[in-house]
């Protein structure tokens, strides 16, 4: 995944100001979930620039790493004065890895992850939305909450299409904003996916003053 | 009966929300099915075969297009029409379908969950509707499927990496 911004059309386009405030927003809860995580672990936690994508629906999975890929991928709705979606996605080397770090159990790495293993990283991936969204939050002063945590094992592109699936109801692309986080000390890396709905957008450049 | 090695066959790739439709020899593949549903319309006899990759079920119930294949009453239409110019009479026509889990064991109960299902109802009923026999799925369940559809036996293979590979 690349911290290139790559901007096709729809209300960000053309539009630098409104990018850069996104992203800085963006940049802060992720600032938030990367610190979570690092105390968490006790290792330092490196994240990207946060990427901005508008990408048809049908292109999500081969622009998240190609379909077939196998992932763990854990999906959080957000409600409160703004909605979306949060998607936390790690290859399988990553997430077993992860887990293993999480439960003090180095038998996790092969194989599919048992039911202790999901959910230390459900309690941790509710943490890093959490302070994700706290992050934003706290910024806009607003109030968001994330759902419950809901998890799934499998090729990536049959997690995520029950999630593109309700994306499409209302819309033929998906705004994106990606953040990669990594640990280097373990090899270890993720990505942090927010679908903001279109309002979440409209919201943010108004709490920002940037209506136009 | 021509023997395997001697002749390479032909593969092609469905996307999400598309479909395809042959009448030669093919293996017809989709990949990575969660909620969504691959249908496949199969000519017994002439083995034309349509194959589409379903991400929701009913066009008319919501206000966005899309590529034709991304609604279950647009995909199987559209499908049946193109299979029709190709000389496929329509009493051959059989339907096999395969998808439709669940992938989030949490999400009981909300609609979100029922994705899944409600596409495969939704299909059920617009094959009911264009009465085309409905002869094998596989549907449910919570992990991902990939599919390949062979017309050259009509079978349809189901592989996941949560479960054994089944031929339907």
Known sequence: ?212 | MKKESNYIMETVFVNIAEFAVVNNPAVIETRSLGSCVAIALYDISTRACGLAHIMLPDSKKVNVGGKPGKYADVAIESMLKKMLTMGVSRGNIVAKIAGGACMFSGLSGSDFMNIGLRNVSAIKTVLKDLRINLIAEDTGGSYGRTIEFHTETGKLIVKSTMAPTKEI
């Open chain 1, 1 to 212: 995944m690349t911290n290139k911004i790559l901007l096709h059309q729809g209300i960000i386009v053309n539009d630098e100001i409104k990018n850069d405030a996104l992203l800085e927003v963006t940049n802060i809860g992720a600032g938030q979930a990367a610190t979570a995580l690092s105390q968490i672990l006790m290792q330092k936690v490196f994240i990207t620039v946060p990427s901005l994508r508008f990408v048809p629906i049908e292109d999500v999975p081969e622009s998240l790493g190609g379909s077939e890929s196998h992932i763990i991928g854990m999906y959080f709705t957000i409600s409160g004065d703004l909605s979306g979606r949060i998607m936390l996605v790690f290859d399988k080397k990553s997430g077993h890895h992860l887990a293993a770090l999480l439960t003090s159990d180095p038998k996790n790495e092969k194989g599919k992850l048992g039911e202790i293993d999901k959910s230390a990283m459900m309690e941790m991936g509710n943490i890093i939305a959490n302070s994700y969204l706290n992050g934003l939050a706290g910024l806009l002063d607003i109030k968001l909450y994330p759902s419950v945590p809901f998890f799934a094992e499998d090729a990536l592109g049959a997690v995520v299409d029950s999630l593109l699936i309700e994306i499409a109801m209302v819309a033929e692309k998906a705004l994106l904003i990606d953040t990669e986080m990594s640990i280097e000390q373990e090899n270890l890396k993720g990505s942090f996916l927010v679908f903001p709905d279109t309002e979440f957008m409209k919201k943010i450049f108004e709490l920002l003053d940037l209506r136009r």
